[in-house]
Nanobody
Framework: QVQLVESGGGLVQAGDSLTLSCAAS????????MGWFRQAPGKAREFVAA????????YYANSMKGRFTISREGAKNTVYLRMNSLKLEDTARYYC?????????????????WGQGTQVTVSS
């Protein structure tokens, strides 16, 4: 079992930056594909970014390309999401997820473990 705990969310202004962290415990996530998803009120959960097990490739939703960066630190069993130039529409609860598959997936059904999420609110 893998337990995931997100942190780093908060209230920021449009244009600000924020870094989310996802700390894993229970077992190493070094062989897992890790992803970030988000869900805004009244909307479906959507894919944000993913990083495969060896960090050789990263993937982003189109609206996040160039603004968000996903990374992982094996020694800390942690995954990060750096978010720059935040927009009002980035307001959502952000979830970290782990997939036992070692290939990219932007589908939430392919992820086996989920955190409780951290709230990001962007104000004008």
């Amino acid at each position: 079992q893998v337990q995931l705990v997100e942190s780093g969310g908060g209230l920021v202004q449009a244009g600000d930056s924020l870094t989310l962290s996802c700390a894993a415990s229970g077992r190493t996530i070094s062989t897992y594909t890790m992803g970030w998803f988000r869900q805004a009120p009244g909307k479906a959960r959507e894919f944000v970014a993913a990083i495969i097990w060896n960090s050789a490739a990263t993937y982003y939703a189109n609206s996040m390309k160039g603004r968000f960066t996903i990374s992982r630190e094996g020694a800390k069993n942690t995954v990060y999401l750096r978010m720059n130039s935040l927009k009002l529409e980035d307001t959502a609860r952000y979830y970290c997820a782990a997939s036992r598959g070692n290939l990219y997936s932007g589908r939430d059904v392919d992820y086996n473990y989920w955190g409780q999420g951290t709230q990001v609110t962007v104000s004008s």
